[in-house]
């Protein structure tokens, strides 16, 4: 069963939008401040957690700091909620969750977003933000594409190249401070963004080498425990 916390006045909405997250394989606890949801955290362990940026007390991008740095609490898929206001969605990736939505939050948006995350809480597809230029190729035919999120199982891209789930592509890239990583993927998943002409792919690893999962993985850990 799949555990998720709710951590301040988004409890409300829950209660009113029950339908959205509850399932039979979902048990939703709730809390009302950061210290409650640690507290909750440390002790049942949930795979996701849906934050408000700005609780009283203990803000969300502090309480999300605190369990990235805490080596049996930082394992977890963190979503925040927070205004649309860039320097709030700053904090926002900073601290290092793994996705944000903003207010007024949008039920389809919220149940998109957490469906995804529940299936990334084990460690080795923990995901952080990265933004890095990869060269993608498809069929021979070469695109621009740049990074959204990353994981030893996957990347996020962006990119104007028309892409459809089950294509296969070949990807390269630089993470910060490693060298080049070269990786072949599964398209399986799509954001549209109405407002622009590019859009989001999720890409599933199908050909790796260990040595550049090592990279990622050692990547990741530093991200965490840099609280970014």
Known sequence: MRKILIVDDLKPFVEEEKNILSRSDVHIF???SGSEALS???????DLMVVDLDMPSMTGDELCSLVRKDP???????LMVTRPRETDIARCKKCGSNDYITKPIKPKILLEKATALLGVAIRKAYRVFVNVSVKGEKEHAKFAATSVNISTAGLLVETKK????????DCSFFLPGTSAISVRGEIVRTIKKPTEDACQYGIKFITIHD??????EDFVKSYSSLGQ
Do not use: E, M
């Not at 028309?162 to 592509?169: F, M, R, T």
């Open 211 to 216: 040595v550049s999962i090592q990279l990622i």
């Open 40 to 46: 909750i955290h440390r002790n049942v362990k949930v």
């Open 30 to 32: 709730t809390a009302t």
């Open 162 to 169: 028309a892409l459809n789930i089950g294509d296969i592509v």
């Open 72 to 78: 049996d609490l930082k394992f977890v898929s963190i």
